[in-house]
C-alpha cells in the first residue's frame, strides 16, 4: 500500500520562499501550534529528505536554519530535538503576570538580537571558496570551540607574540604534518592569510624591477601584489602537468629570476596538479639557478594522498604559504609561512610588522582549537565530500571533454567552443545572474584564453546545479541564440 505523504509537504512546496527556509518555517509554525514540544526528536535528515522528496543538503540547510533560530538543537550521538524556548516566545497576553508580580520580576539579560543571513546571490559562482558546512552537528561542534575560545575573551583580545603564539605555531606545524611537511618552530610563522604572507615573501627575495615568474595562469592576488612591488612577472606556459620544465630553464638562462611562485596542488584557476616527478625537476632548475620558489599550498589539504608538497622536496629552498581560508571557510583569515632557512625569518618579520603587525589573535586561536581537537578534520572532511558530490554533478551535464578539474576541487577551469568568446559567454549568463570569471584576470603575461572559471562552493547545491544546467546549456546553443533560452 501506498504511505501517505508527509503532513510538512504541502506546506513547503507552497511557500514563496526558499525550501530550506520553508522548513524552518513550518518547525515554527508546528511549535505555535503544540503539534511539536519541548525536547520531542525530529526525524533524521535523510528520512525526511526522503519523505518530504528533497535532497539531502536542502533539509540539513533547514535544520540548520532551525537551529540558528532557537528552535531545535544537535545534541551529537543523540540527534536533533525541539529546544525549550524561552517563556516571551510563547506565552500568550492572558499568561502575564499579574500587576503585583510584574513589580517583582526582575527583567531577564539583554540577549543579542539573531542576525538575519546576508543576502548573497543564488548563484554566484565568480568566489573561489569552499562549500558552507551544514551537518548541524558538525556546526554545533564548530560553535563549542568557539565558545570555548570565549572563556579568554580578554587574553585574545589583547596584543600577541609577534608571529603567533607558541601554541598557534605548534597547531601549524601539527597541520603541515599531516601535508608530510615537518616545520621547526622557529621557522614557522602564523599570519593574517595568504595574501600577507605572499606580500612578505615577494619583498623579502625581490625589489623593484627584477623578475619573479609564475604559471602562466596564476592566482589573481599575485599580479597586484607584483604591481605594488615595481616587479616584474612573467608568466610561464603550462601543459597537463604543471610549468613547462623547458620554458622555466629558459627563463632562468635568460632572465635570471628572483623567484618562482607557483600553486602546483589543483592550482588557480586551472586545478592541473603537478606529479612528483615534474615537482622535482623543476626543483632542479631553481636550485641550479639559485632561485627561490615560492609554493602557494592553499588547496594542499584537499587532495587524499596527493604528491607530497615542494617544501617537503627541498625545505631549504622553498618557502611555503598554507593559508586555512580556501581549506576550511574564507572568513578563516589564517596562513602558515615556513621559510626556507632562519637568516630569511629577519626580512620576513620586517615586512610583516610593517603590513599587518600580527594575526588576529581570536582567529588564530580558533583555528589552534579546532587543529587541536580534530575539528578541523572533520570540517576538511565535510568539505571534501560536497566538493566531490558537486563536481561529480558537473561532470555529468557539462562537456566532459572541454571541462577541467579534479573531484577534491571546488572550482573548475571551462575552455570554451569556438564559436563563443569569454566576454560573450561571460555576459549572456550574467543575465541570468550567473557570475563567471574570465580568463583575463589569470593571465599573467600573453594573450587570455577563451575560457571562464566556475566556482562551485559558494551557495546550496541545488542553486549550484541550476547553475551548472544553465551553464550547459548556453553551451549546447550558438552564441546568438542562447540568450533567447535563459
Known amino acids: 500500500m501506498q504511505s501517505s505523504p508527509h503532513p510538512w509537504l504541502p506546506l513547503i512546496r507552497t511557500s514563496e520562499k526558499p525550501r530550506y527556509l520553508a522548513i524552518a518555517d513550518v518547525i515554527a509554525e508546528e511549535l505555535r501550534q503544540g503539534r511539536l514540544a519541548p525536547g520531542d526528536r525530529l526525524p533524521p535528515q535523510r528520512t525526511l529528505a526522503d519523505a518530504l522528496e528533497l535532497d539531502f543538503t536542502t533539509i540539513a540547510r533547514g535544520y540548520s536554519e532551525a537551529q540558528r533560530r532557537g528552535l531545535i538543537e544537535s545534541r551529537v550521538g543523540n540527534g536533533t530535538f525541539v529546544r525549550d524556548l ?50 548541524p552537528a558538525l556546526l554545533a561542534r564548530m560553535r563549542q570551540g568557539l565558545a570555548e575560545i570565549a572563556e579568554d575573551l580578554v587574553g585574545v583580545l589583547r596584543y600577541q607574540e609577534f608571529g603567533g603564539a607558541p601554541e598557534d605555531r605548534q597547531a601549524g606545524a601539527d597541520w603541515l604534518a599531516r601535508r608530510g611537511l615537518i616545520a621547526p618552530l622557529d621557522r614557522l610563522l602564523v599570519c593574517p592569510g595568504t595574501h600577507s604572507a605572499l606580500l612578505a615573501v615577494l619583498g623579502s627575495v625581490a625589489k623593484a624591477g627584477d623578475v619573479v615568474c609564475a604559471e602562466a595562469l596564476a592566482y589573481p592576488g599575485l599580479r597586484g601584489l607584483a604591481a605594488q612591488l615595481g616587479l616584474e ?32 596542488t589543483l592550482n ?43 617544501a617537503a622536496l627541498a625545505p631549504d629552498l622553498v618557502f611555503h604559504i598554507a593559508g586555512l581560508a580556501k581549506s576550511l571557510g574564507a572568513g578563516l583569515r589564517i596562513a602558515y609561512l615556513v621559510a626556507p632557512e632562519a637568516r630569511r625569518m629577519w626580512q620576513l618579520s620586517a615586512y610583516l610588522r ?36 558537486r563536481q ?34 561571460a555576459a549572456t549568463l550574467r543575465a541570468s545572474d550567473i557570475g563567471l570569471v574570465v580568463s583575463d584576470a589569470f593571465a599573467v603575461s600573453g594573450p587570455p584564453p577563451e575560457a571562464v572559471r566556475v566556482c562551485l562552493g559558494g551557495g546550496a547545491a541545488a542553486d549550484i546545479r541550476s547553475a551548472l544546467d544553465k551553464i550547459a546549456h548556453t553551451l549546447s546553443q550558438p552564441p546568438e541564440f542562447a540568450s533567447a533560452f535563459l
Open 86 to 135: 524561552p517563556a516571551s516566545a510563547s506565552a500568550s497576553a492572558s499568561a502575564l503576570p499579574e500587576p503585583a508580580q510584574a513589580e517583582r520580576a526582575v527583567p531577564a539579560p539583554c540577549q543579542p538580537a539573531a542576525r538575519a543571513p546576508r543576502p548573497r546571490r543564488t548563484a554566484d559562482l565568480s568566489m573561489n571558496l569552499p562549500p558552507e558546512i551544514e551537518d
Open 233 to 264: 612577472l612573467v608568466g610561464l606556459p603550462l601543459d597537463a602537468d604543471g610549468i613547462r620544465p623547458d620554458a622555466f630553464a629558459e627563463l632562468c638562462r635568460t632572465r635570471a629570476p628572483k623567484a618562482l611562485y607557483c600553486n602546483p
Open 268 to 310: 588557480n584557476p586551472t586545478t592541473i596538479t603537478s606529479s612528483l616527478d615534474r615537482r622535482t625537476v623543476l626543483i632542479d632548475i631553481a636550485r641550479r639557478h639559485n632561485v627561490a620558489i615560492i609554493e602557494d599550498d592553499a588547496y594542499g589539504a584537499l587532495p587524499v594522498g596527493g604528491p607530497p608538497p615542494l
Open 354 to 389: 610593517a603590513t599587518t603587525v600580527m594575526a588576529s589573535p581570536l582567529t588564530a586561536a580558533l583555528a589552534t582549537r579546532w587543529i587541536a581537537d580534530g575539528t578541523a578534520d572533520a570540517m576538511l572532511d565535510a568539505i571534501r565530500a560536497e566538493a566531490a558530490a
Open 392 to 425: 561529480s554533478y558537473a561532470r555529468r551535464v557539462l562537456p566532459v571533454t572541454d571541462t577541467v578539474s579534479k573531484p577534491e576541487a571546488f572550482h573548475l577551469w571551462l575552455p570554451l567552443p569556438p564559436d563563443w568568446s569569454r566576454s560573450g559567454f
